[in-house]
Structures are given as structure tokens and as C-alpha cells.
């Protein structure tokens, strides 16, 4: 378009000027008549009002809120001095500078038969600027649109600015694009959770028609959703698939763990399923490598699960199943005896577990001394804030020769350590949620243990790890650990009971997440020194807490008529424990499948749930963040009330339940 506009110019009409000038004449004769000071007042109100009027004339009346007149120019003006070429190639339309279309050609009109839709087209562009290219969609196909300004000079000299809008179809470009996007392979890598459990179950001669059966279901599945499925080992598989059909797996939520449950060839445990996925960008190593990281992860969080990794992006399908449990000593002996050469090179030892300590983490640090005090090196844990549930236990062990000076805050932690400092992290393998971030990233040897399902946030740069999630406690990962080192070991009494105290608070007192080993550990730590009266001392509330989480479990409301939605009361001082309990006391009341209990501490609701397996909470809880395990899990909101949480519960709920309908 040329910015220099040439025609002939018809003069500007001067009606609304001499309309103006007669009204004035006429209304002083009129008000002199009446009275004179009345006509003084008159005169000058019409001459404002006739200044007013013949500017509008001059304008035209298109200057408002501010805007220059030279910004606008006459439509008539327009259409008159310039004109669309016909043979022009794309959608192209004019627009005054307020954005309404003034000419278009014809190919406009096709995109846009009803001109009237267009506007919102322009908006859109608008709001991105002028100059800048924006993809759009109409009418079914894509074109990458822009606005442009432009300077219009008419004959008579006046200036103007007006907007041209082109449109380039881009359709084929982008339909060759998600062509290409879909047909790009992806990595998976399965693994068959409990493999060699069943196996161990069946008779020899049914072991093998058990392997042929699952080979012929997963490479049934494989061909088809027309991808290739390999097998590496007896109970590991690779699996190449094209990123378009990966969609329709998607859509059937993976119902190849189905298949695989239903497997049968006599009477044996089901078989549960892992599976990573990963997406690269067009790299077959870098998608082989998001599919390993993806099945760790999976198998952190306890198996039977889908687990697709697209960068950064997680998406998770199935989890229905509890952990698979692997009792699997030989691989804690190894555990043992690196921790022990670890701990033994170190020129300090710090141990820490999360914000808002609980028996578990206190009493797995506790653990650590112990092993630490074995070896004649010192061991501090690191607490900013005694947790409310462990007051008792850090009373207990203020009264200890051997704990009196033991916990420390992180400004001492800092000053402690060097090169050759070890820091052991427990209960949690989020570094969202640690003690001390400051330690954990000026840390250059750390030690992990935990329990709870892995989450994408996890400490990735340990030189130990110890993450077990069919585990029922990390005090039982702990004391897995002093029974291997052996008697090297000795256990103080206080050191027993809050390690028996850290199983029994994660167990509900040995009701939920059990297994051998966790009985073999209570056990252990009942013969060294371990007492069930002192342990539950330890869990006792005052009268105000008991009655605080009374009303929380009275005030519960019924959501989809089987889960509980309550809040506890604020103004108790435990009250993320007494929520805790109030969500384990609902889940006593018959027909109730999980419970959800809120309470609000400064900014914070934290949010307590628990369930008997039917309904996977720590997938509800991972929505609003959090995390946890099948049964027991939590989460933290920021910046809003209980009600509010509530309905975000409520949601998350719903999100939930639809995923496991579709």
C-alpha cells in the first residue's frame, strides 16, 4: 500500500459551522430581550458552544478520548483516493486505527463471509501489537495474521493513519507439521513389577506357559497400537511407538495393565505392570533416556502405573494398585554397608528430614546418630522449628546426655560444613519440602532415604538412595540399616522408641502399609530397650485437642455420598495433627472410602487424606501439589481459606473420578 495517497479531493463540507454561528445570533437577540445579564451569559455560553460545534465540524467527529486528529482520516476520503488491487494474492482488508474494517477484498470475504466475525480476529491481533505476526484459525483453516500501520497523505496535505490486516494461509504448513509431530517415535520401557514373585507361586511346568502368554498379550497390544514390542529380559521389554498413535493409548487410559492383571494360567497373585515413556524432541537417545527416567519413577511411586515424560512434563495413568513389596535383604545389606563407608569418610555428619518434622523423620534422624555414634563421629540434626507432634520427643531428648545439644538450626549448620561433610536427608525425597535448601545445595555428598511414592521433584544428585515405597516407614528403612551393620550398634532407649514410634504413627498403629519386615523391625526394636507405654505416651493430645478433633469429625460433610470433607478447628495449637487424626478417625465411620481434613496455620492449609486403597488419594493430592501414597497422603495450599480448599478438594475430586471413568 502507498503511503502517499493520490486523487481528487472534494472540500470538506462547513454545514455544522454555519448552524452553529445562526444559533448563536439568534439566542442573543432572544436572551437581550429578556433581561441583559441574562444575555451576558447567554453570549458567552453560545460562544462556547459554537466553539464547540464547528470543532466537531472540523473533525468530522471522529477525535475522541484524546486520540490525535490526524489519526483518522474521512472514510469517504479513503474509498476515494485509494483502492484495493483485485489480483491481490491473500486475504487483505483496511481498518481505521480503532480497529473497524472499513474496504476488504474478495478473497477476505471468503475467509470471513460474514464480516461481522472478523472483529474478534482483530481484536486478537490488537492485543498482540501491531507488527507481529499471529497465528489465527477461520473457516477451518490457519493463517498467520498481522497489523500493520499506515501513514495516508490526502492531496489537500491532511494526514492520516489507517491499519492494513493481511492474512497468509499456513494450512498446508501446519497440517505438515503435526504430520510430522505425530509420526515421530517414542521410547517405552515395561517392566513387570512382581515377575518373579508369581513365578515362585506356580508349579515348573506352568512357569513357562505363564512367560508365552505374557509375551503374546504384550505383543498383541503392540501391534495394535502399531508399535514394536521387544523383549530384553524375563520381566523387561522395550517398546517403539510413533507419538500419533501414542494419543489413542492415551484415550484408553492404558488398558494393557488390565490385560495384564487378568493374566491367568492358574491360580497366582496378579501380575502388575510399569511402563516409561518418554517423548525426546526428535532425539531417539534423548527419548530412551525420559523413558528410563520415567519408569524410576514409576517404580518409586510403587508400580502398576503409565508414566509419560515429555521434557519436564509428567503424565500419570493407573496407580490403582498398592506398592509391591520386595523383600529383597540383600539389596538393604548393600545399602548397609555403603552407608556405613560413606559415613565413615565424612569429616561431619548432618542429618535432616522435612519442614514440620513428624515421629518418623525425628526418629529416623535419630536413627542415623545412633549409627553415627557407633562409628565415635558426631551427628547433628538439623530443625529450624520444633513440629508440634514431636515436642514431646525433643522434651524427652533435651532430658538426654546424649541429645542435649544435637539439634541445631541451619545459619549453625553452615558454619559446620566442608568438602567433606555428608548430608543424610530422611523422610522425604522432595527438595521442595527439606529443612534446609541451603544446606541441601551447599551439601557435596548427600545420602537419601525414604518411603513415600516418588514425585518429578525429587533430590536427583545422591550418591546413596535408599527410596522404597513399599516401605512402611523410613524408620523402618533405618533400623533395616542398624540391623545390618550388626552389633556394632547399640541402641539407647530413647533412640529405640522413637524409631518404634516413627512405624507406628506412619502404620496407624500397625493397621495400614505393614508388612514382614515391618513386624521383624517393631520387633528388633522391642528387644533393644523399645517400650509400647513410653511410644504411646508420645501420641497423647491435651483435652482441648481431643475435643477439637471431635468437632472436626462432626462437622464433616458427605461428598459423592462415600468421602468425608471436614476442617479443623484454628485456634488449637497441633492442629495439623489433630487433622491428622480426625482424618484417620473418619475412616472408622461406615460407608466412608476417604477422608479430607483442612487446617489453616498462618498462610497455609494443609490438607490431610486417607482412604483404604478404593480411591487413590495421593492422586487427588498431587493435584493441588502434594503427594504421599496410595492410602495416606497430604498437601499444602497457599493464600486462600478452608472453604476455599474445600472446593479445590472438591474439584480435584471430580477431575479424579472422571479420569477413572473415561
Same mark, same amino acid.
Given at each position: 500500500m502507498m503511503d502517499d495517497l493520490s486523487g481528487n479531493k472534494k472540500k470538506k463540507k462547513r454545514e455544522p459551522g454555519i448552524i452553529g454561528a445562526a444559533a448563536v445570533v439568534l439566542l442573543v437577540c432572544i436572551c437581550f430581550i429578556l433581561d441583559v445579564k441574562i444575555g451576558i451569559g447567554a453570549i458567552l455560553g453560545a460562544a462556547a458552544g459554537y466553539f464547540c460545534w464547528t470543532m466537531l465540524g472540523d473533525s468530522g467527529g471522529q477525535e475522541k478520548d484524546g486520540e490525535s486528529k490526524a489519526a483518522f482520516l474521512d472514510t469517504a476520503v479513503l474509498q476515494q483516493n485509494f483502492s484495493i488491487p483485485k489480483n491481490m494474492p491473500v486475504p487483505y482488508a483496511v481498518l481505521d486505527i480503532r480497529g473497524h474494517i472499513l474496504m476488504y477484498n474478495e478473497l477476505f470475504t471468503r475467509v470471513f463471509p460474514e464480516i461481522e466475525k472478523a472483529d474478534a480476529v482483530v481484536e486478537s491481533l490488537k492485543k498482540n501489537g501491531t507488527g507481529k505476526t499471529h497465528l489465527v484459525e477461520a473457516g477451518g483453516r490457519f493463517y498467520e495474521a498481522a497489523l500493520n500501520q499506515c501513514d495516508v497523505v490526502a492531496e489537500n496535505g491532511a494526514v492520516g493513519m489507517v491499519l492494513n490486516m493481511t492474512m497468509l494461509d499456513v494450512t498446508r504448513e501446519k497440517e505438515l507439521e503435526k504430520k510430522l509431530d505425530n509420526s515421530e517415535t517414542v521410547v517405552g520401557m515395561l517392566f513387570l513389577d512382581n515377575f518373579e514373585d508369581v513365578v515362585d507361586t506356580l508349579a515348573e511346568d506352568r512357569q513357562p506357559l505363564l512367560s508365552a502368554v505374557v509375551d503374546r498379550k504384550l505383543t498383541q497390544f503392540a501391534t495394535d497400537a502399531n508399535g514394536v514390542m521387544r523383549k530384553l529380559?524375563?520381566?523387561?521389554?522395550?517398546?517403539?511407538?510413533?507419538?500419533?498413535?501414542?494419543?489413542?493409548?492415551?484415550?484408553?487410559?492404558?488398558?494393557?495393565?488390565?490385560?495384564?492383571?487378568e493374566i491367568s494360567v492358574g491360580e497366582h497373585m496378579p501380575i502388575t505392570m510399569s511402563m516409561g515413556i518418554g517423548i525426546g524432541g526428535g532425539s531417539l537417545e534423548e527419548a530412551m533416556q525420559s523413558a528410563k527416567a520415567a519408569l524410576d519413577l514409576a517404580l518409586g511411586r510403587g508400580g502398576d502405573q503409565v508414566l509419560i515424560k515429555e521434557g519436564e512434563k509428567y503424565l500419570f495413568y493407573g496407580a490403582k494398585a498398592g506398592e509391591v513389596g520386595r523383600n529383597n535383604r540383600i539389596r538393604a545389606r548393600v545399602k548397609a554397608d555403603a552407608l556405613w563407608e560413606l559415613m565413615g569418610a565424612s569429616s561431619s555428619i548432618l542429618v535432616m528430614g522435612h519442614r514440620n518434622a513428624d515421629l518418623d523423620s525425628l526418629g529416623s534422624c535419630m536413627g542415623i546418630c545412633a549409627i553415627a555414634r557407633a562409628m565415635d563421629k558426631k551427628c547433628r540434626i538439623i530443625m529450624n522449628d520444633v513440629g508440634i507432634g514431636v515436642k514431646r520427643l525433643c522434651a524427652n531428648m533435651a532430658e538426654s546426655s546424649h541429645y542435649e545439644a544435637a539439634i541445631i538450626k541451619e545459619a549453625e549448620a553452615l558454619k559446620m560444613m566442608d568438602e567433606k561433610t555428608l548430608v543424610i536427608v530422611v523422610d522425604t525425597h522432595r527438595s521442595s519440602i527439606v529443612e534446609s535448601h541451603q544446606v541441601l545445595a551447599a551439601a557435596k555428598k548427600i545420602v537419601l532415604f525414604d518411603h513415600h511414592r516418588k514425585s518429578p521433584d525429587a533430590i536427583d544428585n545422591a550418591v546413596l538412595t535408599y527410596h522404597e515405597a513399599y516401605a512402611s516407614s523410613t524408620a523402618e528403612l533405618i533400623t533395616e540399616m542398624i540391623q545390618h551393620i550388626g552389633k556394632k550398634v547399640k541402641l539407647k532407649s530413647i533412640e529405640a522408641d522413637a524409631l518404634l514410634a516413627g512405624i507406628t504413627v506412619d502404620t496407624k498403629n500397625f493397621a495400614v502399609k505393614t508388612g514382614a519386615i515391618t513386624f521383624e523391625a517393631a520387633g528388633f526394636l522391642r528387644r533393644n530397650?523399645?517400650?509400647?507405654?513410653?511410644?504411646?505416651?508420645?501420641?497423647?493430645?491435651?483435652?482441648?485437642?481431643?475435643?477439637?478433633?471431635?468437632?472436626?469429625?462432626?462437622?464433616?460433610?458427605?461428598?459423592?455420598?462415600?468421602? @468425608?470433607? =471436614?476442617?479443623?478447628?484454628? *485456634? &488449637?495449637?497441633?492442629? /495439623?495433627?489433630?487433622?491428622?487424626?480426625?482424618?484417620?478417625?473418619?475412616?472408622?465411620?461406615?460407608?466412608?472410602?476417604?477422608?479430607?481434613?483442612?487446617?489453616?496455620?498462618?498462610?497455609?492449609?494443609?490438607?490431610? @487424606?486417607? =482412604?483404604?486403597?478404593?480411591? *487413590? &488419594?495421593?492422586?487427588? /493430592?498431587?493435584?493441588?501439589?502434594?503427594?504421599?501414597?496410595?492410602?495416606?497422603?497430604?498437601?499444602?495450599?497457599?493464600?486462600?481459606?478452608?472453604?476455599?480448599?474445600?472446593?479445590?478438594?472438591?474439584?480435584?475430586?471430580?477431575?479424579?473420578?472422571?479420569?477413572?471413568? &473415561?
Open positions: 529380559e524375563k520381566d523387561r521389554y522395550i517398546f517403539l511407538i510413533s507419538k500419533g498413535n501414542l494419543e489413542a493409548l492415551k484415550e484408553k487410559k492404558f488398558d494393557v495393565m488390565n490385560t495384564v492383571r530397650g523399645a517400650d509400647s507405654i513410653r511410644v504411646r505416651r508420645l501420641f497423647q493430645n491435651d483435652i482441648e485437642s481431643y475435643k477439637a478433633k471431635a468437632t472436626a469429625v462432626r462437622d464433616a460433610e458427605l461428598f459423592h455420598n462415600n468421602m @468425608a470433607i =471436614s476442617v479443623c478447628p484454628s *485456634n &488449637v495449637e497441633n492442629s /495439623m495433627l489433630i487433622a491428622a487424626q480426625a482424618a484417620d478417625d473418619l475412616m472408622n465411620v461406615t460407608g466412608i472410602q476417604a477422608s479430607f481434613v483442612c487446617s489453616k496455620v498462618d498462610d497455609l492449609v494443609y490438607v490431610s @487424606a486417607r =482412604s483404604f486403597g478404593d480411591i *487413590n &488419594v495421593q492422586r487427588i /493430592m498431587e493435584k493441588l501439589g502434594g503427594g504421599g501414597h496410595l492410602t495416606v497422603s497430604g498437601a499444602q495450599l497457599k493464600d486462600c481459606t478452608e472453604e476455599e480448599a474445600k472446593a479445590m478438594i472438591r474439584k480435584a475430586i471430580e477431575e479424579y473420578l472422571e479420569e477413572e471413568t &473415561v
